[in-house]
Structure formats: structure tokens, C-alpha cells
């Protein structure tokens, strides 16, 4: 099975930047992706690691070291928008039964305040 | 326009009455799976499906079935729904290849008395 670990909640101001840890334990690591949800709403793909190393997407931008099992978020110059829960996902492949999984962590909670 | 349909979007209903939450994708995805979101608990995998005919059990899938006759569809069924199935539900669908990057649909809030 799969676990991962992540803050349940963080708070940071406008314009600032906050960094979303996530650990995880996994077998068959396949690759991390983030997920951002709004209050009331459908959870929306953010990023995704395979590899090692920094992946930047606009203000968002995902890390992960394989070898520590950890990733972050990195999310910049922080807007109002920001505010909404953030879910880290592993993904692990069974070879030969060509199947997957995904597992999400419990989530962050983000406040972003003026 | 691409998207994932989830039909009822709110439903409340009575313990043991049987229910059947659809879902349905025009993306043409291999990939279909149902999570079940409580709070502090995260996403949940109920069941997932890497083609038709071809489903597996996720980590909570008691109290669930699920078919995938059609690559478009796969409905999640409840056949005697309790209480502690009240949640919110989403389906979602992929491809199977690359980030695998899940669409998801709007969610299906239900509660059962």
C-alpha cells in the first residue's frame, strides 16, 4: 500500500511564496502529481514528477528526490485565488499486470490572507 | 468541449435503496476511476477501470460495484447504501500513458438517512 504525509494546513500572505511538503511511502513508485480544489469544487491537475528535479509551470512549480521519497509545491507570488486545498498523488505501476493506482494524501488546506 | 459527466450531482436517499451514480466521459480515456472525498480524509479510491471489461478494486470499495460495459461509462452502484456512504463522489478518467493526469467531474454529493 501506498501512505503519504502532507500539512494539513498552511497560511501565507499575498504576494508571498509557500512551499507544500509531501512525503510518501510507497512500492512501485511510478510518479507525484498535484491536484488543486477549490472550496465546492472538482479537484484540478496542477503538475507532475516522474524524474527528479523542478518542474515550472508559470507561478506553480513541483520538486521531487526520488531517493528521499519527498516532493514539494512551490507556489509564487501568491494571489486570493490561491486559497484552496492541495493534494499531492502517488502513482505506482504494477508491471506485467499494466494496471495503477493513484492515491492522494489527506491534503493542505491553503489560506492565502491580504 | 472535453469533460467528464456525473449524474445526480445531489442526492438524498434511505438506507438499503439501491442507487446508481453514472459517469460518463467524452475524451475517449481508457482510464475511469470513482473517489470518495470526507473531510480530513482526502480522495479515496472506491474502484478504478483500465479499460472495459477490466476493473479492480481500489481502498474502500466495500459497499460499492462498479461495470465498465462501455469505454464512456462507468456507473458506480450502491446496492443497499448506509450511512456511512454519505459523501461526496467524483469520478474521474485519464489516459493511461504520461502524468496520467485525471479529469475530473463535478462531484456527487450524497447522503443517505
Known amino acids: 500500500g501506498q501512505s503519504l504525509e502532507q500539512p494539513s494546513e498552511v497560511t501565507a500572505v499575498e504576494g508571498a511564496i509557500v512551499q507544500i511538503n509531501c512525503t510518501y511511502q510507497t512500492s512501485g513508485f511510478y510518479g507525484l502529481s498535484w491536484y488543486q480544489q477549490h472550496d465546492g469544487g472538482a479537484p484540478t491537475f496542477l503538475s507532475y514528477?516522474?524524474?527528479?528535479g523542478l518542474e515550472e509551470t508559470g507561478r506553480f512549480s513541483s520538486f521531487l528526490s526520488r531517493s528521499d521519497s519527498y516532493g514539494y509545491l512551490l507556489l509564487q507570488e501568491l494571489q486570493m485565488k490561491d486559497s484552496a486545498s492541495y493534494f499531492c498523488a502517488v502513482r505506482d505501476e504494477y508491471s506485467g499486470a499494466g494496471s495503477y493506482q493513484l492515491t492522494f494524501g489527506k491534503g493542505t488546506k491553503l489560506s492565502v490572507i491580504p | 468541449e472535453a469533460q467528464v459527466t456525473q449524474n445526480p450531482r445531489y442526492l438524498i436517499t434511505v438506507t438499503g435503496k439501491k442507487l446508481t451514480v453514472t459517469c460518463s466521459q467524452n475524451?475517449?480515456?481508457?482510464?475511469m476511476s470513482w473517489y470518495r472525498q470526507d473531510p480530513g480524509l482526502g480522495l479515496r479510491q472506491i474502484y478504478y477501470s483500465m479499460n472495459v471489461e477490466v476493473t479492480d478494486k481500489g481502498d474502500v470499495p466495500e459497499g460499492y460495484k462498479v461495470s465498465r460495459k462501455e469505454k464512456r461509462n462507468f456507473p458506480l452502484i450502491l446496492e443497499s447504501p448506509s450511512p456511512n456512504q454519505t459523501s461526496l463522489y467524483f469520478c474521474?478518467?485519464?489516459?493511461?500513458?504520461?502524468?496520467?493526469?485525471?479529469?475530473f467531474g463535478e462531484g456527487s454529493r450524497l447522503t443517505v438517512l
Open positions: 514528477n516522474a524524474l527528479d
Open positions: 474521474a478518467s485519464s489516459l493511461p500513458g504520461g502524468s496520467g493526469e485525471l479529469f
Open positions: 475524451m475517449n480515456h481508457e482510464y
